[in-house]
């Protein structure tokens, strides 16, 4: 059984950065992908970006691509999500998510997620 728990959302204004993070407990962190979801007020949730275990893999949802950059440190089990130029449009609740495969359509593990509230 694999924990996660995310930090690091807030509010802030178009334009400006902020650094998720998602610390994992339960598990070996390195054999697992991991991803980052968002879901915005009635929509469903969107896939954000993914990396592999030992982090040969990565992608983006194409709103995001060239903003956003996903790492993972397995030294610390901790997963990370590095969101530069924010938008109105990024505003969701984000939450990381592990699975044992990379491509996985229905992920196992879940974090209780963190607000991300970006204000025009």
């Known amino acids: 059984q694999v924990q996660l728990v995310e930090s690091g959302g807030g509010l802030v204004h178009a334009g400006a950065s902020l650094r998720l993070s998602c610390t994992a407990s339960?598990?070996?962190?390195?054999?697992?992908?991991m991803a980052w979801f968002r879901q915005a007020p009635g929509t469903e949730r969107q896939l954000v970006a993914r990396?592999?275990?030992?982090?040969?893999?990565?992608n983006y949802a194409d709103s995001v691509k060239g903003r956003f950059t996903v790492s993972r440190d397995n030294a610390k089990n901790a997963l990370y999500l590095q969101m530069n130029n924010l938008k109105p449009e990024d505003t969701a609740i984000y939450y990381c998510a592990a699975d044992r495969n990379f491509l996985a359509t229905d992920w196992t593990y879940w974090g209780q997620g963190t607000q991300v509230t970006v204000s025009s």
């Open positions: 339960g598990g070996s962190f390195w054999l697992y992908a």
């Open positions: 990396i592999s275990g030992r982090s040969q893999y990565s």
